[in-house]
T-cell receptor, first 111, second 114 residues
Framework: DAKTTQPPSMDCAEGRAANLPCNHS???????VYWYRQIHSQGPQYIIHGLKNNETNEMASLIITEDRKSSTLILPHATLRDTAVYYCIVKGGGGADGLTFGKGTHLIIQP | ETGVTQTPRHLVMGMTNKKSLKCEQH?????MYWYKQSAKKPLELMFVYSLEERVENNSVPSRFSPECPNSSHLFLHLHTLQPEDSALYLCASSQVGADNSPLHFGNGTRLTVT
């Protein structure tokens, strides 16, 4: 699976949009981009995933560049409860080989 | 409330004890996973079961022994652990064969080995 690069930490003001970047320049054509977040002492929570089109759900939007080498997770109106570590993961296929987690981005929402 | 339930939430055990962690998924998935998360380290994949067959064992010491009696239940049997095995143990499930099925995680068991 392709490697991803994320900033170690970011701040965002409450009520503003939080934009979390991820680079995955070696992504292959069949690999999806997944985003998870982990609030302290809980299990990772699935947020959203996509292949090449932009995706939106009730939690967030995922913007993938046309060349698919990077993506941005957008939390449109950040709240204090969005403070967490956010993981960007690239994985292909539907096999049972799990997800490889990196260090992620620690997003801190400031009141 | 998640579709993946882990018990107990917290466990303290001595190095000579034997204990088991339990995971149950209510999502109809056919693959289950054990992950370990030590303090300030990324999640590490330990074991994978697909259709109740173990398909991955990432060089995990034999003092950790998984068991998957059916597609909804997963256990991690622990014996003669070391203090460095203290960590958050996370269970996850997914649907193998669905091309982009995400993993769904439980909230973990916080294990302390004394």
């Amino acid at each position: 699976d392709a490697k991803t690069t994320q900033p170690p930490s970011m701040d965002c003001a409450e009520g503003r949009a939080a934009n979390l970047p991820c680079n995955h320049s070696t992504i292959s054509g069949n690999e999806y981009v997944y985003w998870y977040r982990q609030i302290h002492s809980q299990g990772p929570q699935y947020i959203i995933h996509g292949l090449k089109n932009n995706e939106t759900n009730e939690m967030a939007s995922l913007i993938i560049t046309e060349d698919r080498k990077s993506s941005t997770l957008i939390l449109p109106h950040a709240t204090l409860r969005d403070t967490a570590v956010y993981y960007c993961i690239v994985k292909g296929g539907g096999g049972a080989d799990g997800l490889t987690f990196g260090k992620g981005t620690h997003l801190i929402i400031q009141p | 409330e998640t579709g993946v339930t882990q018990t107990p939430r917290h466990l303290v055990m001595g190095m000579t004890n034997k204990k088991s962690l339990k995971c149950e998924q209510h999502l109809g998935h056919n693959a289950m996973y054990w992950y370990k998360q030590s303090a300030k380290k990324p999640l590490e994949l330990m074991f994978v079961y697909s259709l109740e067959e173990r398909v991955e064992n990432n060089s995990v010491p034999s003092r950790f022994s998984p068991e998957c009696p059916n597609s909804s239940h997963l256990f991690l049997h622990l014996h003669t652990l070391q203090p460095e095995d203290s960590a958050l143990y996370l269970c996850a499930s997914s649907q193998v064969g669905a091309d982009n099925s995400p993993l769904h995680f439980g909230n973990g068991t916080r294990l302390t080995v004394t």
